[in-house]
């Protein structure tokens, strides 16, 4: 699973709307980052292990369908956007409901590996909800998957005071850390391969002259699911199956101070300790 997120490095003014949506269209675009992590460690074990298949699901609207060819550049098989209308406004909750409805009906799956968090929301949860709705172990803040052998996946975790080793059943769903190998870059070959790839939304657009290529080359076609697609439920979807509402955003803009350098000495010392105590930072 991945992600295209609003580049925060880049919030103003406009990047909230009325209703307390992101404004998507008014921020530029990326590649989530830890979903590339993610998709590193699954390029990785398709590298190892002969005939393991790489498929990337993202939601989000038609435009995002630009990361599944990134990921298609860099390795993956295949992948498959979900949009819709109607999970416009969606907030953890309903994105990992209609994530899950969506692999459901992809079909059988080994292994879900996506990023710990989404720059946008930071709350790294869809992860986990999505391997409680699909009945799923997890294992999260991985760092590296060691080995799999068909039947289990063994696993580097990175948390605050040190690493661990897990061992875990298929199928399961792995969070990976931005502490994880970087994701290789683009392939060149690949990249020539599925540079004209795009999903029947984006084919309508299409120039008449590479039209003939997606009868031809079925690669070339990225699936797309809809509400329809997943059979969901309706009132679990959106702002009707969100409970999260946000109210406010600020952009915060930090400024440099002057700064006082102290020697490690009895009077720099007391003279910090008598600062502080008047004003009233300790005391």
Avoid: W
């Avoid at 460690?41 to 609207?61: E, H, N």
């Avoid at 416009?88 to 879900?112: F, H, P």
């Avoid at 690493?163 to 990249?191: D, F, I, Y």
């Amino acid at each position: 699973m991945a992600k295209q997120v609003p580049d925060t490095r880049n919030v103003g003014k406009d990047a909230m709307k009325a209703d307390g949506t992101v404004n998507r269209a008014a921020l530029p675009a990326i590649f989530n980052p830890e979903d590339l992590n993610a998709l590193e460690q699954a390029l990785q074990l398709k590298d190892r292990y002969p005939g393991t298949t790489v498929s990337l699901l993202t939601m989000g609207p038609g435009r995002a369908a630009e990361i599944i060819r990134e990921g298609l550049y860099r390795g993956a098989d295949d992948g498959v956007l979900l949009t819709d209308r109607a999970f416009a406004g969606s907030d953890t909750l309903a994105t990992s409901y209609a994530l899950a409805q969506a692999i459901k009906e992809m079909g059988e799956v080994d292994l879900i590996i996506a990023g710990r968090q989404a720059i946008d929301g930071d709350t790294a949860q869809v992860g986990p909800q999505v391997a409680e709705k699909l009945g799923f172990p997890q294992v999260t803040y991985v760092e590296k998957i060691i080995d799999s052998t068909g039947k289990h996946v063994t696993a580097l975790r990175r948390l605050e005071n040190g690493v661990e080793t897990v061992k875990a059943p298929l199928p399961l769903v792995v969070t990976v850390n931005s502490s994880a190998a970087p994701c290789r870059t683009r392939n060149a070959t690949l990249l020539m391969k599925y540079k004209h790839a795009r999903t029947v939304t984006e084919r309508q657009e299409a120039s008449e002259d590479y039209l003939y290529l997606y009868d031809s080359r079925p690669y070339l076609n990225i699936r797309e699911m809809t509400v329809n697609d997943i059979k969901a439920e309706q009132e679990q979807l959106g702002l009707s199956g969100s409970p999260t509402k946000v109210k406010k955003i600020e952009n915060v803009v930090l400024q440099a101070k002057d700064a006082k350098v102290l020697k490690p000495v009895d009077n720099d010392i007391d003279l910090l300790m008598k600062e502080l105590i008047l004003s009233h930072t300790i005391g």
